[in-house]
T-cell receptor
Framework: QQQVKQSPQSLIVQKGGISIINCAYE??????FPWYQQFPGKGPALLIA?????SEKKEGRFTISFNKSAKQFSLHIMDSQPGDSATYFC???????????FGTGTRLTIIP | KAGVTQTPRYLIKTRGQQVTLSCSPI?????VSWYQQTPGQGLQFLFE???????NKGNFPGRFSGRQFSNSRSEMNVSTLELGDSALYLC???????????FGPGTRLTVT
């Protein structure tokens, strides 16, 4: 059972544009939602994370929007740059449980 | 502060053999989790160790096992290797259970 659905599978955005990746979850016990960035040949790197008591969190050009009632959250990358080209994974975790349940990933390509 | 380190980075084994992978967490981190990453199944949780005890286990056969030492370093072992075990094996560490998880670069295992 896939508990975290991620879309789109791939995304092409022009330099300077906004990249938006969406995730939806089923398990209402999830209480921590991180986003990871992965470059080829590297491990996932933690970008930004949110807990369900806030609706938005911003760190630099990266923003997470969280909709608890819809059980959805999304990553927005403002002023997208070629260096942002990577695969992005959303994830979710239960309170008191270290297990991260990952989405299927989005391959983001930023074109000049 | 040094990140999570994993050794070896690359490994080629033959079907039926066994393999041991090693993970050194970020200094001071006490929780270590292991994940398997494949193109078909994505990122899947294997198990988590804290204070030398396995706290959670994913849906993998008993051929997959692990342990954690008193210095928080962890090893995972896969016995009787199968072709389908070819994957990137990732280790993640966190300061304590429930905090942010940081991934290492992974060990690329190829089973022939």
């Amino acid at each position: 059972q896939q508990q975290v659905k991620q879309s789109p599978q791939s995304l092409i955005v022009q330099k300077g544009g906004i990249s938006i990746i969406n995730c939806a979850y089923e398990n209402t016990a999830f209480d921590y939602f991180p986003w990871y960035q992965q470059f080829p040949g590297k491990g996932p790197a933690l970008l930004i994370a949110i807990r369900p008591d806030v609706s938005e969190k911003k760190e630099g050009r990266f923003t997470i929007s969280f909709n608890k009632s819809a059980k959805q959250f999304s990553l927005h990358i403002m002023d997208s740059q070629p260096g942002d080209s990577a695969t992005y994974f959303c994830a979710a975790r239960n309170f008191g449980n270290e297990k991260l349940t990952f989405g299927t990933g989005t391959r983001l390509t930023i074109i000049p | 502060k040094a990140g999570v380190t994993q050794t070896p980075r690359y490994l080629i084994k033959t079907r039926g053999q066994q393999v041991t992978l090693s993970c050194s967490p970020i200094s001071g981190h006490r929780s270590v989790s292991w994940y398997q990453q494949t193109p078909g199944q994505g990122l899947q949780f294997l198990f988590e160790y804290f204070s030398e005890t396995q706290r959670n286990k994913g849906n993998f056969p008993g051929r997959f096992s692990g342990r954690q030492f008193s210095n928080s370093r962890s090893e995972m072992n896969v016995s009787t290797l199968e072709l389908g075990d070819s994957a990137l094996y990732l280790c993640a560490s966190s300061l304590r259970r429930g905090s942010e998880q940081y991934f290492g670069p992974g060990t690329r295992l190829t089973v022939t």
